[in-house]
């Protein structure tokens, strides 16, 4: 298996929603990340985990909380979102966090913030 | 800090070659990759530098050189579904991957 999936494939949510995408992998690999890729941009990077743990937060917002519950599955919970938080919200995964590692990415979350 | 600069739009013709350049300044630079991505979908990974030279895989290659802190993309006997944006990507010692802002190819039969 190959392929890193994430859910929902679109969300649309109001300000005051709490929402959470989800991202899955089962390729052993134990480095994992949010990004975030605005139309006709390149993806910015949010968070990377390594072996579970939080290890870059590139500044962003608490409206957007990481977590890792194990070594397959990364979530992004949502909280108070502002419109310009629309975006598509890609999960990646790599065999270890060191820049040589390919990055598998999932098909993303198509996120519209109303 | 660091950024990697790359063409917005390259055209070429089916059949022929492109070559997309990617200059980059980066602090304790540690390779240069090459993703791809069509419209709609998930980056894709191509290629990775770590070392001054040409890499090739099939149709594609990528070259380095960390003196002149470039590199390119080459496609070779391009098809119409190489039609897509194509990002450098720079890492460094501190694990981060920053991405250039991506080269639109636009191919023609």
């Known amino acids: 298996d190959t392929e890193v999936t994430q859910t929902p494939k679109h969300l649309v949510m109001g300000m005051t929603n709490k929402k959470s995408l989800k991202c899955e992998q089962h390729m052993g690999h134990r480095a994992m990340y949010w990004y975030k890729q605005k139309a006709k941009k390149p993806p910015e990077l949010m968070f990377v985990y390594s072996y579970e743990k939080l290890s870059i937060n590139e500044s962003v917002p608490s409206r957007f909380s990481p977590e890792c519950p194990n070594s397959s599955l990364l979530n992004l919970h949502l909280h108070a979102l502002q419109p310009e938080d629309s975006a598509l919200y890609l999960c990646?995964?790599?065999?270890?966090?060191?820049?040589?590692?390919?990055?598998?990415f999932g098909p993303g979350t198509r996120l519209t913030v109303l | 800090g660091q950024s990697l600069e790359q063409p917005s739009e390259v055209t070429a013709v089916e059949g022929a070659i492109v070559q997309i350049n990617c200059t980059y300044q980066t602090s304790g630079f540690y390779g240069l990759s090459w993703y791809q991505q069509h419209d709609g979908g998930a980056p894709t990974f191509l290629s990775y530098n770590a070392l001054d030279g040409l890499e090739e895989t099939g149709r594609f290659s990528s070259f380095l050189s960390r003196s002149d802190s470039y590199g390119y993309l080459l496609l070779q006997e391009l098809q119409m579904k190489d039609s897509a944006s194509y990002f450098c990507a720079g890492g460094n010692r501190d694990d981060k991957i920053i991405f250039g802002k991506g080269t639109r190819l636009h191919i023609l039969p």
């Open positions: 990646a995964s790599s065999l270890g966090t060191s820049a040589n590692n390919e990055q598998f």
